[in-house]
């Protein structure tokens, strides 16, 4: 009965610091509540360790947070690692022939028409982490045009940066000759000389990191991105790139490791940073009229459920 009394005070007094009128007097009681709660969650977790050092091997198991992560929505789309269907599918995809060895990258970068300056350290930032890429003007060029001449001049990709407000905004990859094309929103974008004691980058060939993409749909993307980087990595150069994917949102981070003995290895980020989310993924070249669609974001039916991921 005290602890349902707790409860209702507690919730009274809530409601009493947002009935205060005085902005000031307001923040004090909310940082006052705020301290309370966290010395309370110390004490809880004070005497559940000492719980646990009392009953020693008969403790019970640790308790997990429950985070979005680990509370998903069950997919069917998602891939086990055994599936012959999509390891068949694999085999047969677009980007088959890189896999085989049979084709090595070489990347055409593009822009809109007059790319502002922070477009275009971003594409040069760009080229910096994909090795055998290029930066070519546009030239007012539709970008169904561009393609064809792309192929003929032997480049395994296209990647279209777009802007708005002299900020780039969008990332358009289409992988040549036969797709698929997809189209991500870009944020976050922090340049290199904007992260503190950065590292030096090279032109060495980097090793790469694709995780945490599980669905058929990241999967497609997941191969996408790793065909624009060369089949074997110089690890000389220490060098690490790193595309993440968590809610849908793939990180993007470039880091060198340094080790400074035999026992102990640490990270020196390199940069750029930005953040990719996918908005549609198309298959074949790009074509924005008669183009199919793999998959494509639906605010109004996808962004209803926070436990819901696609990637």
């Known amino acids: 009965m005290s602890e349902v009394n707790t409860v209702n005070d507690r919730s009274k007094q809530g409601r009493r610091t947002s009935l205060i009128k005085n902005k000031f007097k307001r923040q004090v009681l909310y940082q006052k509540e705020k301290l309370r709660k966290a010395k309370e969650k110390r004490e809880r977790k004070e005497i559940r360790k000492r719980k646990a050092e009392q009953l020693g091997e008969e403790a019970p198991p640790k308790q997990r947070p ?5 509370s998903r929505v069950p997919d069917e789309t998602v891939v086990q690692g055994d599936d012959e269907e999509v390891l068949h599918d694999m085999e047969e995809d677009e980007m088959a022939a890189y896999f085989r060895g049979s084709t090595n990258p070489n990347i055409l970068i593009i822009s809109i028409s007059r790319p502002s300056r922070k477009t275009h350290l971003f594409m040069r930032e760009l080229s910096h982490i994909l090795p055998n890429s290029e930066i070519r003007s546009r030239r007012n060029v539709g970008l169904k045009k561009i393609i064809p001449v792309a192929i003929g ?3 395994t990709d296209v990647i279209a940066v777009n802007q708005d407000r002299r900020q780039p905004n969008a990332i358009l990859l289409s992988h040549l000759p036969d797709g698929p094309t997809a189209h991500f929103k870009l944020t976050g974008v922090k340049a ?3 992260i503190t004691r950065h590292a030096r980058t090279t032109l060495c060939y980097p090793e790469v990191m694709l995780n945490n993409f599980t669905t058929r749909v990241g999967h497609t993307v997941a191969r996408m991105i790793a065909v624009l980087f060369p089949h074997s990595p110089q690890f000389s150069a220490r060098r690490v ?7 849908d949102f793939i990180f993007f981070r470039q880091h060198r490791y340094i080790f400074k003995d035999s026992a102990e290895v640490r990270l020196r980020e390199v940069g750029p940073r930005f953040t990719l989310k996918l908005r549609s993924l198309q298959r074949g070249t790009f074509d924005s009229t008669t183009g199919e669609y793999i998959w494509l974001h639906n605010r109004n ?3 209803t459920n926070r436990r819901k991921f696609h990637l």
């Open 241 to 247: 790139v790193t595309f993440h994917n968590q809610r």
């Open 66 to 70: 429950r985070t979005i992560e680990n």
């Open 153 to 155: 001049y032997g480049y």
């Open 301 to 303: 039916q996808m962004d």
């Open 192 to 194: 290199v000389r904007h």
